[in-house]
Structures are given as structure tokens and as C-alpha cells.
């Protein structure tokens, strides 16, 4: 039970007893890679298609990601 320096108690005041965790976002997901990946295809030129090499080594890094 925490008593803050004024003394009230976390456990009797809810202002005191709510957590304070925040999410991560310097790190991306599999949603967040995925995202990316789709966003690259839709706007690649078509003149220029990406290289299928590349195209494989980001699905394998999608596939190793999502193995985590």
C-alpha cells in the first residue's frame, strides 16, 4: 500500500491507485510491418517493380517477427 507525501493512501483514493504504464511505440509489430510492406506494393512503380529478392527477404522478416 503506498502513502504518498501528503498521506493518502493509494488503496482508499482511486487518484492514487490508477497505474500510470504506457504502451511502447518506438517498436514495430507485425500489424505495423505489414502495413508497411502492403503500403510499399501499392505504390511501387510500375515501370520499376520491386525486386522479387526483396519482396522475399520482408515477408521472411515478417514471418520471423511473427515467430516472436
Known amino acids: 500500500m503506498a502513502i504518498t507525501s501528503t498521506g493518502l493512501n493509494a488503496a482508499t483514493n482511486a487518484e492514487y491507485a490508477t497505474s500510470t ?11 505495423d510491418f505489414m502495413t508497411l510492406l502492403l503500403v510499399e ?28
Not at 505504390?43 to 525486386?51: I, K
Request: net charge negative; no cysteine.
Open 41 to 68: 506494393l501499392q505504390n511501387q512503380d510500375t515501370t520499376e517493380p520491386m525486386d522479387s529478392e526483396k519482396i522475399l527477404t520482408q515477408t521472411s522478416q515478417l514471418a520471423t517477427l511473427e515467430a516472436t
Open 21 to 31: 504504464a504506457t504502451e511502447d511505440k518506438t517498436a514495430l509489430g507485425k500489424d
